[in-house]
């Protein structure tokens, strides 16, 4: 079994500065994969950013890095330089790697942030 | 390219009625998806597929069935439709079911409601 854990709710930033999403993670699967997605009002769902438990380095796409700490089971979403359009739900998701586990994508709760001027 | 097509975007339903969340994509992708999303919450599976004719069970599969006929399709059914489904409901694909290439790709959900 596998659990995600957002535990902030809510969070407010302000524009131009960074702002972690906190996102710790339960599994037994020896191997597994870390996403991050990024739901704005209008409703769709975005991916951000992946990161895979074997990966040596943290992932980084643009201004989403990922923080990873395998032995602490966290893997926290960096946004440098906010923007007012970074404002949405973000969600934290994991998947095992093994074939018996693919297509079971589990996310966590989701954190609003929303960034003022 | 289209990518993920849901229809209906909305939809209102009374207690007892059944109806078909369609669900297709463009990209040749093997693996299909259905997630729901209740207010403030995270995404549950519903069911998933591997590929055509090949189905399986998610976290929350309950009042719900699938099928996977051709690659493209997914359609997801709702029988006897309860309150307790008020939701918005996501469909996505994947290349593939694990690793970078395992991304999923979502449609603009259907907000469903049961009165």
Redesign the interface.
């Known amino acids: 079994a596998q659990k995600?854990t957002q535990t902030q709710p809510g969070m407010f930033v302000q524009e131009k500065e960074a702002v972690t999403l906190d996102c710790t993670y339960d599994t037994s699967d020896p191997s597994y994969?870390l996403?991050w997605y990024k739901q704005p009002s209008s409703?769709?769902?975005i991916?951000l950013i992946?990161q895979?438990s074997y990966d040596q380095q943290n992932a980084t796409e643009g201004r989403y890095s990922l923080n990873f700490q395998k032995a602490r089971k966290s893997a926290n979403l960096v946004i440098s330089a906010s923007q007012l359009g970074d404002s949405a739900m973000y969600?934290c998701?994991m998947?095992g790697?093994a074939?018996d586990?693919?297509?079971?994508?589990?996310?966590?709760?989701?954190t609003q942030v929303v960034v003022t001027p | 390219n289209a990518g993920v097509t849901q229809t209906p975007k909305f939809r209102i339903l009374k207690i007892g009625q059944s109806m078909t969340l369609q669900c297709t994509q463009d990209m040749n992708h093997n693996?299909m998806?259905w997630?729901r999303q209740d207010p403030?919450?995270?995404?549950?599976?519903i069911y998933?597929?591997?590929g055509a004719g090949i189905t399986?069970k998610?976290?929350v599969p309950n009042g719900y069935n699938v099928s996977r006929s051709t690659t493209e399709d997914f359609p997801l059914r709702l029988e006897l439709a309860a309150p307790s489904q008020t939701s918005?409901y996501?469909c996505?694909s994947s290349r593939?079911?694990?690793?970078?290439t395992?991304?999923?790709?979502?449609g603009?959900?259907s907000r469903l409601t049961v009165l």
């Open positions: 995600i994969g996403f409703g769709e769902m991916f992946y895979g969600f998701a998947r790697e074939t586990s693919w297509g079971k994508l589990q996310f966590g709760a989701g | 693996y998806y997630y403030g919450m995270g995404l549950k599976l998933y597929s591997v399986d998610g976290e918005v996501f996505a593939s079911g694990g690793g970078r395992g991304e999923l790709f979502f603009e959900g």
